[in-house]
Structures are given as C-alpha cells and as structure tokens.
C-alpha cells in the first residue's frame, strides 16, 4: 500500500513528459486509484488502476486509496462546504467520479470534509441497462485533448467514461478500443451503441442515422447524422472508417 494512492482532487492532468507544456494524455478524476511508480522532484511517474494508463503528474498531497460507496451521475455536481444551499463552494467534481460517503444530512452527503447533494450522486454499484443511456450530458461541451470531464473531453474519452461509470473496464484510447471490442460490423447493420472508428477518432451510435463524437475539428461534442459524419470525416481528413465494432 505504500505506493498506492487516492486523488483527493476534482481533476489531475496526467501529462505525458515532466512538464506542464507537455501534452495531456489523460485526467485523473477524483476518486481514482493509482500507483506512483518513480518519483522525479515535484513530478511522480504514475499508473492509474482504472485503465493502467500511464503518465506524470505533479507531486500532492493524495489520500490512501478508498473504497468508493457513490458516484456522481450528473455532468457536474456542486461541492458545498455545509449541508446547506447556502454553502456551495467554487468546485465542482465531473461525472463518474467516486466518493466515500461519511454520513448524511437532509439532502446532502458527506465526504471527506466536504459535502455533496444525494440527488447528484448514484450507489457505486449502480448499472444503467444501456449503457450510454445518459450520453446527452456531455452534448455540446468543449472538445479538449486529453479531457475526460464537463470542461472539455475527447473523443475516446467519451467512450471509456460511461463504461466506467457502469463499473465496465474500456480502454483509453481509441486504438486500444479498437482492439478490445472485438465483434466487427457492417454498416448497414449498425446498432444504438456501436462504435465507429476512423484512425484516431471514435463515434457512438445512437439510432440507425445518428451517432454522437466529441468532434476536434469543430471543438465540440455533436451529434451528426451518420452519412454526413462519414462523409465530412473523408472529405476534410481524408479518412475512411476503419471498423464498426459491438459493444455488447
């Protein structure tokens, strides 16, 4: 247990040099278990449980690891000082991370020092029968490299982050998605929650004709009709969909 930690932090960059110009490769949600593999002055190499993404980050102060009993449900949910409306404070934990809830008190939760409202939050080991059943949070939000939260997401991202909430493993990149989800597809074939993978990038199905992607040309998470999608895709990056995969 010495070296295995637990963010105690709304949100961790993970970066992939020693260095905040570095590129960001994935986030740290709170809740998220790690390991620190090497110390490196104010930096700590580490490796999280949740994907074993590696990456560095900047050295804290982290909790030991918890044993989560919520998660948050909804895209970003209010953090307050008191069990009072009057209390909120200037954070906000993104969905999917996970609390140890210490008592409660009227409508809110308590964590560690801190206190959120119940509503926000579901049992850890709560399922959705489908699993991107609450998808539409994240439509419109801010496309970001390396995000994984209501302040900017990618593409893969968008992916992994319902099947973690659902207590599913999903890698974090889309290659590594692409190789997981092994049942190929034809597209005429497509079903609610396929997936469509370009080099480098990954679409939700969502209907026969739509799908939804957080979309780095235009910056944003959209839903596109799907013939329209492909055809932007090869005309503007003059890519074509590599394989369409199942998720169930």
């Not at 939050?121 to 399922?127: F, G, H, V």
């Not at 099947?163 to 599913?168: C, D, Q, S, V």
């Amino acid at each position: 247990m010495r070296n295995k930690f637990s963010n105690n932090y709304p949100i961790i960059n993970l970066y992939k040099k020693k260095s905040v110009t570095s590129k960001i490769v994935t986030q740290m949600l709170y809740g998220e278990n790690f390991t620190i593999l090497r110390k490196f002055g104010n930096w700590c190499k580490i490796k999280l449980y949740t994907d074993n993404y590696v990456g560095f980050i900047i050295r804290k102060k982290f909790d030991k690891p918890s044993k989560p009993t919520h998660k948050v449900s909804v895209l970003a949910a209010n953090i307050y000082g008191k069990p009072s409306s009057k209390a909120k404070q200037n954070k906000k934990l993104t969905f999917s991370s996970k609390i140890c809830a210490k008592e409660k008190y009227g409508s809110f939760i308590k964590f560690k020092n801190q206190w959120i409202r119940t509503k926000d939050l579901k049992p850890i080991n709560y399922k959705d029968k489908n699993i991107f059943s609450k998808i539409n949070l994240f439509k419109g939000k801010k496309y970001k490299w390396g995000g994984k939260n209501f302040n900017g997401i990618d593409c893969s991202a968008l992916v992994q982050l319902f099947f973690n909430f659902n207590n599913k493993f999903c890698p974090r990149d889309t290659k590594d998605q692409l190789n997981y989800f092994k049942k190929k597809i034809k597209l005429q074939n497509i079903m609610k929650n396929d997936l469509i993978f370009w080099q480098g990038h990954v679409a939700i199905i969502l209907s026969k004709k739509k799908l939804i992607h957080a979309y780095g040309p235009l910056k944003k998470v959209l839903i596109m009709n799907i013939n329209y999608a492909i055809k932007r895709i090869e005309k503007t990056a003059n890519l074509k969909i590599i394989s369409i995969r199942r998720t169930n």
